[in-house]
């Protein structure tokens, strides 16, 4: 459709996030269109990924707490799910996003490490890395490769990362769109 507005997405970032997770929900959403601002959460937009990649951050979170986002997904990883958890501005925004009705998700360590203890999970089916589930509220769909319980949505960890990354674009843009990003991917 000309001139339709594009879903926007913010994803945190901190030393530690997991590499294939950020780098998986970045591009899978950018290839579906989806208007994605990654933001550190450290001080400086330079980043060292879990495994050692380097990645360079759009903006500090600083600069994007007034702006709404349709999305807010956090990568795992640990310490980054720890930093994410850290970031009390990060939190605020978070709570705002669910309070709001906009969605929100993480993958991995986050759900437990970052979502959890600050009540973003409280009456939400989750998953997440098998390591981190005794402190899911609400165990019931842990097992699964992804849980989309209402607006929030979650993940397991780094091999679930494009399964997740295409159900966030399906629920943002439509599963036409999905498929569109998913085949010439050859999944």
């Known amino acids: 459709i000309s001139g339709a507005v594009m879903p926007t997405a913010l994803i945190p ?15 899978v959403l950018r290839r579906a269109g989806v208007e994605v601002t990654v933001a550190s959460v ?17 903006a500090l979170i600083d600069d994007v707490m007034a702006q709404d986002f349709d999305l807010i997904v956090l990568p795992g990883g640990m310490p980054g799910a720890k930093a994410l958890a850290d970031s ?7 709570h705002g996003q669910r309070d709001s009705g906009r969605l929100y998700g993480a993958i991995c360590a986050a759900p437990a490490v970052a979502l959890a203890p600050h009540g973003l999970l409280d009456g939400v089916a989750a998953t997440g890395h098998p390591a981190f589930t005794d402190a899911l509220p609400d165990k019931s769909r842990m097992e ?8 929030c949505l979650t993940s397991r960890g780094p091999g679930t990362a494009l399964e ?10 439509g599963r036409e ?3 569109t990003v998913a085949s010439p991917m050859v999944l």
Not at 50 to 58: C, E, K, M, P, S
Not at 88 to 94: G, R, Y
Not at 144 to 151: F, I, L, S, T
């Open 177 to 179: 769109k999905r498929d």
């Open 13 to 27: 970032i901190a030393d530690g996030s997991e590499d294939i997770e950020t780098v998986t929900l970045i591009d």
């Open 144 to 151: 699964e490769r992804v849980v989309h319980d209402g607006q």
């Open 88 to 94: 009390k501005k990060l939190i605020d925004k978070l």
């Open 42 to 58: 450290t001080g400086t937009p330079d980043i060292v990924a879990a495994r050692g990649t380097r990645i360079r951050a759009d």
């Open 164 to 173: 997740f990354a295409l159900t966030l674009v399906e629920t943002l843009c």
